[in-house]
């Protein structure tokens, strides 16, 4: 009775997808993981005609050699990854934006320019202050506040109705302060506060 299963050629097919473009032959003829979408190890072989380096000729070869079949579990994971990579570009909605990170003004104002161009670069803030950091046409200060105005624009600003017959922040600490050293309310400021 035949084996039942695709035939060898779509086999070849489905494991070529995770092989290198070009395969150097002075290299370790290992298969890597390479974030799932295969390689080759970088290693050189092991002198005396052998196809693979010190860590893989001891080790068992769990992606299979570059030029020939990966294992079908480690094959499976392959190809979830690649699903997984396929979903992700074809629904980038689903996916939550990044957020960046968000430095107070005096940490930003501490960095040196090639560190404040570096957290721009990172954190994906404006480019054209990063070529000017480089070129030298802003100070670090400058491109600091930069960065820091450019962050208060990502921060979301939560805005609340008062409650009725609250007071507005700046009113009940004046009214806190005068009850607390004993000024009627009736009075602009406390005695003691000379002009």
Do not use: Y
């Not at 039942?4 to 097919?13: H, I, K, N, T, V």
């Not at 909605?93 to 990044?98: H, I, N, Y």
């Not at 600003?157 to 008062?162: D, F, G, I, M, S």
């Amino acid at each position: 009775m035949a084996a039942s299963g695709p035939p060898p050629a779509q086999l070849e097919a489905v494991w070529m997808r995770f092989t290198p473009d070009a395969v150097d032959l002075s290299l370790c003829r290992a298969r890597t993981w390479s974030n799932g979408l295969g390689g080759q190890c970088t290693n050189f072989p092991l002198g005396g005609g052998g196809d693979f380096c010190g860590l893989h000729k001891e080790k068992r070869l769990e992606h299979g050699r570059v030029d020939g079949p990966i294992p079908e579990d480690k094959l499976r994971e392959f190809e979830q990854k690649a699903e997984a990579a396929a979903a992700d570009e074809l629904e980038p909605e689903r996916r939550a934006p990044k957020r960046r990170r968000l430095f107070r003004l005096s940490t930003l104002a501490s960095m040196d320019a090639r560190d404040l161009a570096r957290f721009s670069r990172d954190q994906g803030f404006s480019e054209g202050l990063r070529a000017r950091l480089a070129a030298g046409e802003v100070k670090a200060a400058e491109a600091a506040r930069c960065i820091a105005s450019e962050q208060e624009e990502d921060r979301p600003v939560e805005r609340r109705a008062p409650a009725p017959g609250a007071l507005p922040a700046r009113a009940a600490s004046a009214r806190g302060l005068r009850l607390a050293v004993g000024v009627p309310s009736g009075l602009a400021e406390p005695p003691h506060v000379a002009r």
